[in-house]
C-alpha cells in the first residue's frame, strides 16, 4: 500500500535556525507532492507543489522543497526559521490516478522559540 | 469567494446518536474529499467523490456515509456515533492537480 513517511514527529529551533523536515514516500508510479501546514487551531494550507519539471520548488514564506526521485524524498527547507513558523507540517502524496486522492503523512509539529 | 465551508466547527454527540456534517464549496470543484485528523495519525480519507452523483470509500469509511446531489455540496453522514468517531474532521476540495483547499473543520466529541 502506498505511504508517506516524516521522519520527525516533533522538531524544537530557535529563532534563525535553519529547518530541513523529512519526507520519504512508497509508489511507483508518477507522483505529485505537496507540503502542507497547519497553524495552531487553523486548517491545513497548501505551502507548496511539485508536478514536474526543477526538481527544487519554492513556496509561500521562504520555504522551499527538493523532490529527489531515487530517493523517494520531498525534504521541506527553510534557511532561517520564525517565532511565526510553529505549526505542523504535513508532507502530502498526489497519486495522479483518478479521483487526486491525497495520502498525508503523520505530521511533523515544529515549534520555535523566540 | 468563501472557498469551502462546513458547519458546525464543534459538537458533541451521544453514544448512538446520528449527525450530518456539512460540507459546501463555491469554486465549482469537481473533487471533493472528507478526512479526519487524528494525533499523530495524519488525515486520513473517509469518503470522495469526483462529481456529482458519484461517490467513493476511502480508508477508514465504516460508519459514516456520503452524498453528492450537487457540484457544491457534499455532506458526511454519521450513524450510530461512536467513541472511536471522536476526531476532527475535513472537508476539500480541488480542480484537480492543483492541492486541495481545506474548510475549516469539525471538531466531533463523542461521549
Known amino acids: 500500500a502506498q505511504s508517506v513517511s516524516q521522519h520527525n514527529h516533533h522538531v524544537i529551533l530557535s529563532e534563525a535556525a535553519s529547518l530541513e523536515l523529512g519526507c520519504n514516500y512508497s509508489?511507483?508510479?508518477?507522483?505529485?507532492l505537496f507540503w502542507y501546514v497547519q497553524y495552531p487551531g487553523q486548517h491545513l494550507q497548501l505551502l507548496l507543489k511539485y508536478f514536474s519539471g526543477d526538481p527544487l520548488v519554492k513556496g509561500i514564506k521562504g520555504f522551499e522543497a527538493e523532490f529527489i526521485k531515487s530517493k523517494f524524498s520531498f525534504n521541506l527547507r527553510k534557511p532561517s526559521v520564525q517565532w511565526s513558523d510553529t505549526a505542523e507540517y504535513f508532507c502530502?502524496?498526489?497519486?495522479?490516478?483518478?479521483?487526486?486522492?491525497?495520502?498525508f503523512g503523520a505530521g511533523t509539529r515544529l515549534f520555535v522559540k523566540a | 469567494n468563501a472557498g469551502v465551508t462546513q458547519t458546525p466547527k464543534f459538537r458533541i454527540l451521544k453514544i448512538g446518536q446520528s449527525m450530518t456534517l456539512q460540507c459546501t464549496q463555491d469554486m465549482n470543484h469537481n473533487y471533493m474529499y472528507w478526512y479526519r485528523q487524528d494525533p499523530g495519525m495524519g488525515l486520513k480519507l473517509i469518503y470522495y467523490s469526483v462529481g456529482a452523483g458519484i461517490t467513493d470509500k476511502g480508508e477508514v469509511p465504516n460508519g459514516y456515509n456520503v452524498s453528492r446531489s450537487t457540484t457544491e455540496d457534499f455532506p458526511l453522514r454519521l450513524e450510530l456515533a461512536a467513541p472511536s468517531q471522536t476526531s476532527v474532521y475535513f472537508c476539500?476540495?480541488?480542480?484537480?492537480?492543483?492541492?486541495?483547499?481545506f474548510g475549516s473543520g469539525t471538531r466531533l466529541t463523542v461521549v
Open positions: 509508489y511507483g508510479g508518477t507522483v505529485n
Open positions: 476539500a476540495s480541488t480542480r484537480g492537480e492543483a492541492g486541495y483547499t
Open positions: 502530502a502524496v498526489n497519486l495522479n490516478t483518478g479521483g487526486f486522492k491525497t495520502i
